[in-house]
């Protein structure tokens, strides 16, 4: 295990790639999507498409900067970094990562809501235009303990197959995306369809369903396409974590 490097001194696309994942663990932080310490997000290695960085284990999301975070291979080597790694969190990330190679940050969460509507066996509802925005690259896979089944890894890959995002049944949401800034649209888009969805159901009142046309359109729009999606709101986020969180790309 190597001693950890200052920021300054990793190469330009690392640097790059570092500072995108540190603003993900802040904005998972600022938006209140953490789970203490244990969920995780990852980015693939520029240049190394069979390694990853991904959060130290024990570090708050608050806490984590561009240079706290690890550099693992696919062997669950540590290259970079000076602490554990989280093992589930090394075999849901490699998982996506090794099987989609157009896939460069993983997201996973266990979000109250996210949760929530894993449970439920309707899945994600066409409640909402944050629902239908995302609906059509929704997977679900079914719960296992990921660290004790065999064949997990080789489901997780399965299940999402070709999708951005996926509810892992009983577990949270991921998401993912080819930049940092649309694994976070995609995930932020299906947390607020499941907030939505569960304040909806809690209300106990009959509900009104958007036409199949308005969902086919918004799937459309919201679908993956040829270019990544979310660099508008990337942007904005980012001047948000500049202002109130500098210390990320430390």
Request: charged share 20%; glycine share 6%.
């Amino acid at each position: 295990m190597a001693n950890v490097t200052s920021f300054a001194d990793y190469d330009g696309q690392e640097r790059g790639v570092r500072k995108d994942l540190a603003a993900l663990y802040r904005l998972f932080s600022h938006f209140g999507w953490t789970d203490l310490i244990d969920t995780h997000l990852s980015a693939r290695m520029p240049g190394k498409p069979e390694e990853y960085l991904i959060n130290p284990y024990g570090e708050m999301f608050d806490e984590i900067t561009a240079s706290s975070l690890l550099h693992m291979n696919w062997d669950a080597e540590v290259v970079t970094g000076d602490a554990e790694p989280n093992m589930a969190g090394h075999l849901i990330h490699t998982a996506v990562l090794r099987n989609r190679p157009e896939i460069n940050f993983v997201l996973h969460s266990h979000t109250r809501a996210g949760c929530a509507v894993s449970v439920m066996k309707e899945g994600l509802m066409p409640l909402s235009q944050h629902a239908n925005t995302v609906i059509s690259t929704v997977a679900y896979h079914d719960y296992q303990v990921v660290t004790q089944a065999e064949d997990e890894c080789a489901l997780i890959a399965r299940d999402l197959g070709d999708n951005y995002l996926m509810i892992m049944r009983n577990h949270g949401l991921l998401a993912c995306g080819r930049t940092a800034a649309e694994a976070f649209y995609y995930h932020y888009f299906l947390e607020m369809a499941c907030k939505i969805q569960v304040d909806v159901l809690g209300a106990g009142v009959e509900m009104v369903v958007p036409d199949d046309s308005a969902i086919a359109a918004l799937s459309s729009y919201g679908g993956p396409a040829d270019a990544p999606k979310g660099d508008r709101y990337w942007t904005s986020l980012v001047r948000m974590l500049e202002r109130k969180q500098p210390d990320y790309v430390n």
